[in-house]
């Protein structure tokens, strides 16, 4: 999503794997020789020798095209010993053949990793974007790149009078959204983006290239389907089924100061019971007296809409209209940004907040460029057991996303606040988190993220990645 478009217009904002069919995004075939992780290599990866064997480009820095920044810059002072521009499974295991277990190893799609983690300091970032294709399958089904963005993976869905339940940023990757779950604003109607996944082709630690579906690699495709990105090896392609493009009607509500935790109350018991094909958030913003917006879409008409905002408190303002699928997705990815400087985190709203007053409170005071973002779930997500994919919040209300910008020089003290209003909020609804809005100071992260699907992910990480090649500070091995 482009934040700045989901938090000024309406609240409304929101890698690893190989085939068993041994085959490149083009048909050319791919060797699936494992790399010898019998013992630890020793001395630096040789970069000209990797460059020999890639198709793709290795830069250096120094060198021309040297950009491994993503989109938040509170973290390029994070800098790669090399990028690889990646253009086929075989340069990923040429890659992995040179730098496993030498140097740290980490794949960027859209690189927005709340953390960074995209960027290993001192390693090789394997960038991924040029595996972008977008491809209509016949019937129900789209085969994506792994660096493909969400915008373009819409527009050519859109096209097609499909769509694909996403985010709504636009240069956000499909892998990193897909592998953390996948919430958006077509969820409660359809699932998570993650529910959507027939198969994955995934470069495993060793250079094997596998299938990850159903029936191959079942505990790898459970996997992937919650468990972070970056975890058990590097995703090139998915493919994914699709649903009918559907007409929607976009809505906005704006509230007067004072009128925040009314709002928030009754919002939490509005979206609980609301049908769904309705998907809303509630966006807090901070100051001295918090403020509220309520957003969101509607599958359906202007007049059962309107029917059913009128549950909510009487807004100051109001903006509902009905859009075609492409128009909407263009209405929540707004213009666009490049980089936006912040700090995050999440929890996981399992019930109404008791008190919605005390949630609102924590915003007081705060930056009028800080956010409690909380995004409606069950629905569709509801309709999956909790361990029937990696991801473990199924039965939740909301996530609430804790959003604060931050020149970068200022990150280390707005992570202080910011981290207050977090664990306020944990005191309210448990310290769960999501993610895909991963927060390296989080208590309790691997818990908080993964639930009671903890343990199974750790067998998975340690059975695809037993060397821990793709270690990281919050990787599930860690």
Request: hydrophobic share 40%; charged share 15%; aromatic share 8%.
């Amino acid at each position: 999503m482009d934040r700045r478009r989901f938090l000024k217009a309406a609240g409304l904002a929101g890698a690893g794997a190989a085939l068993a069919a041994c085959t490149s995004p083009s048909g050319a075939p791919v060797t699936t020789t494992p790399v010898s992780t019998s013992s630890v290599p020793s001395g630096p990866p040789d970069w000209t020798a990797l460059r020999s064997k890639m198709s793709g480009k290795l830069i250096l820095p120094g060198e021309d095209g040297f950009t491994y920044q993503g989109f938040n810059p509170v973290w390029d002072n994070r800098k790669p010993a090399a990028i690889a521009r990646v253009a086929s499974p075989a340069d990923i295991q040429a890659c992995l053949e040179a730098a496993g277990k030498r140097v740290p190893i980490a794949a960027r799609s859209g690189g927005h990793s709340y953390a960074g983690y995209s960027s290993p300091e001192n390693g090789l970032q394997i960038d991924l974007r040029e595996l972008e294709a977008v491809e209509i399958l016949p019937g129900d089904q789209v085969r994506v790149g792994a660096g493909a963005q969400l915008g373009d993976v819409s527009r050519v869905l859109a096209a097609s009078g499909r769509a694909l339940p996403t985010g709504t940023c636009p240069t956000v990757g499909v892998a990193g959204l897909t592998l953390g779950g996948g919430i958006g604003v077509l969820s409660r109607k359809y699932g998570l983006t993650c529910d959507h996944l027939v198969s994955a082709t995934v470069v495993t630690a060793d250079g094997r290239v596998l299938t990850a579906s159903a029936q191959q690699e079942p505990d790898l495709f459970w996997a992937l389907r919650g468990g972070g990105g970056g975890n058990f090896g590097i995703v090139t392609e998915f493919v994914f089924t699709t649903v009918p493009a559907p007409n929607v009607t976009v809505f906005s509500l704006q509230y007067n100061a004072g009128a925040t935790a009314d709002v928030l109350g009754a919002w939490q018991t509005w979206i609980a019971d609301a049908p769904g094909e309705l998907w809303s958030n509630l966006v807090v913003r901070g100051g001295a007296q918090p403020t509220c917006r309520v957003g969101g879409c509607f599958i359906g008409s202007v007049g059962d809409l309107a029917a059913l905002v009128s549950g909510l408190p009487a807004p100051a303002n109001r903006f509902i209209q009905p859009q075609s699928y492409a128009e909407s997705v263009q209405y929540f990815a707004g213009s666009g940004i490049e980089h936006e400087s912040f700090v995050a985190s999440s929890r996981i709203v399992r019930e109404p907040i008791a008190d919605p007053a005390r949630a609102v409170a924590l915003m007081n005071g705060q930056s009028d460029e800080s956010y409690l973002i909380f995004d409606g779930l069950r629905g569709a997500v509801a309709a999956v057991a909790n361990d029937a994919t990696a991801f473990p919040h199924r039965t939740a209300l909301a996530s609430a996303q804790i959003y604060f910008k931050t020149p970068p020089e200022s990150a280390p003290s707005t992570a202080e606040a910011m981290g207050r209003v977090r664990d306020g909020l944990g005191d309210l609804v448990g310290e769960t988190g999501y993610v895909n809005y991963i927060d390296p100071k989080l208590p309790n992260w691997a818990q908080a993220y993964y639930s009671g699907n903890l343990p199974r992910l750790k067998e998975v990480a340690a059975k695809y990645d037993p060397d821990r090649v793709f270690a990281f500070a919050q990787g599930i091995g860690a």
